[in-house]
């Protein structure tokens, strides 16, 4: 196993994306803190993956919150070695004061912007920071910040998530400079198309602005993306970003900083491949 003996937190860790994950960290030996504003959801994955893992309730965009379970989770556990800034896209549910008014950037409330921003730009911003005094401790280890392949292709109508996660794929690339004479190591994924609770919130914004989904279930209009988007067409999944993340953090990877890396069945091989 290559990650024997190593420390890891996974925040937004309860379902989906980081639930695969947390699953495939300690399948690779690793002890896993589970962070996510789901207190009990995060408790009862940790509780399922079996070996060494802890589910801690916190909200992630804020700093003091996730400072605290990254202490608790450093304190059980000896340490950390691994921080997986996952949490994002928030629980799925639009607020009235969210719902875009119509198509374009000029219909979107800025409620929503500013939701985009905090669920997916300042939970990486917090995570980091917490993360990066115990990961010095440790003499080095390693950050791998969960992106979107909506951060680099354009978005019509995810403009203000793709703004967001490019973000995350900027802060990524300043901090593997800043801390690359730490021995830490800083790395973005951007996957594809996951059927995750995120795409419950997007369908709903794509049956708002295109006539064409109105009639259809959120797993319809995900299939649909897919189809018309990916190469190899298929869905990725949790475990592959996982098993991405688990190379990311092993020494195998120990040269391998400041790099976003796609996971998208070959979506962005297309020009205009955006949502």
């Not at 070996?51 to 450093?74: F, P, V, W």
């Not at 549910?93 to 939701?115: F, K, M, Y």
Request: glycine share 14%; hydrophobic share 45%.
């Amino acid at each position: 196993m290559r990650l024997s003996g190593k420390v890891g937190i996974v925040t937004g860790g309860a379902r989906g994306i980081g639930a695969g994950i947390a699953k495939c960290l300690v399948a690779e030996g690793a002890a896993v803190g589970i962070v996510d504003i789901d207190g009990p959801e995060a408790e009862k994955t940790a509780k399922s993956l079996g070996g060494r893992a802890l589910g801690i309730a916190a909200d992630c965009s804020d700093e003091k919150a996730i400072a605290a379970a990254t202490e608790r989770i450093a304190r059980e556990f000896g340490g950390l070695d691994v921080m997986v800034n996952n949490a994002g896209a928030g629980t799925g549910v639009i607020r009235p004061e969210e719902i875009p008014t119509g198509p374009g950037l000029e219909n979107l409330p800025q409620a929503s912007w500013d939701s985009q921003l905090a669920n997916n730009l300042r939970t990486t911003f917090a995570g980091c920071k917490a993360a990066i005094p115990r990961l010095r401790a440790r003499g080095g280890g390693t950050i791998v910040n969960i992106a979107s392949i909506a951060a680099l292709v354009p978005s019509p109508q995810l403009a203000a998530y793709g703004a967001a996660k490019a973000g995350v794929v900027h802060l990524t690339k300043s901090l593997a400079l800043e801390l690359g004479p730490s021995n830490i190591r800083v790395n973005a994924i951007c996957p594809g198309f996951l059927f995750t609770r995120a795409w419950e919130g997007l369908a709903m914004v794509m049956k708002l602005t295109r006539p064409e989904y109105r009639d259809l279930s959120a797993r319809e209009i995900f299939l649909a993306a897919v189809k018309q988007a990916a190469p190899l067409g298929r869905e990725q999944t949790p475990e592959d970003i996982g098993k991405l993340v688990c190379f990311l953090a092993s020494d195998d990877a120990m040269n391998i900083t400041g790099q976003e890396i796609k996971v998208d069945g070959g979506i962005t091989l297309r020009t205009g491949s955006g949502v």
